[in-house]
Nanobody
C-alpha cells in the first residue's frame, strides 16, 4: 500500500532553518509529481510547494518563494523541503502528498514551530 512518512520537523527560532523529508513507498515514485502542504491551527490546508516527476520544474506559494526549496531523489524515493529564514507564520503541520493513479495520499504530518 502507499505510504508517505514525513520527518524533520521541530522547534526553531525565527530566521532559522529546517529540512523536512518524506519517504514514499507502494507506488512508482519517479512517475508522479509530489507536493508539500501545511495546515496552521484554525486555517485550511494550503499548498506550499510542488515538484514534477523528474524534478525539472517546481512551484511555490508566494509566501515561501525565495525561502523554501523542494527537491526529490528518485533513486531513494524521497522528497525534501528545505526551509530557510523561517518566520512565526510558517508554524504549521507539514504534510507530504502524492496522487498515484488519480488517488490522493497524505503522510501523517510533521509539526514545525517557529518561535523565540
Amino acid at each position: 500500500q502507499v505510504q508517505l512518512v514525513e520527518s524533520g520537523g521541530g522547534l526553531v527560532q525565527p530566521g532559522g532553518s529546517l529540512r523536512l523529508s518524506c519517504a514514499a513507498s507502494g507506488f512508482t515514485f519517479s512517475n508522479y509529481a509530489m507536493s508539500w502542504y501545511r495546515q496552521a491551527p484554525g486555517k485550511e490546508r494550503e499548498l506550499v510547494a510542488i515538484i514534477t516527476s523528474t524534478g525539472g520544474s517546481t512551484n511555490y506559494v508566494d509566501s515561501v518563494k525565495g525561502r523554501f526549496t523542494i527537491s526529490r531523489d528518485n533513486a531513494k524515493n524521497t522528497v525534501a523541503l528545505q526551509m530557510n529564514s523561517l518566520k512565526p507564520e510558517d508554524t504549521a503541520v507539514y504534510y507530504c502528498k502524492a496522487r498515484p493513479w488519480g488517488q490522493t495520499y497524505w503522510g501523517q504530518g510533521t509539526q514545525v514551530t517557529v518561535s523565540s
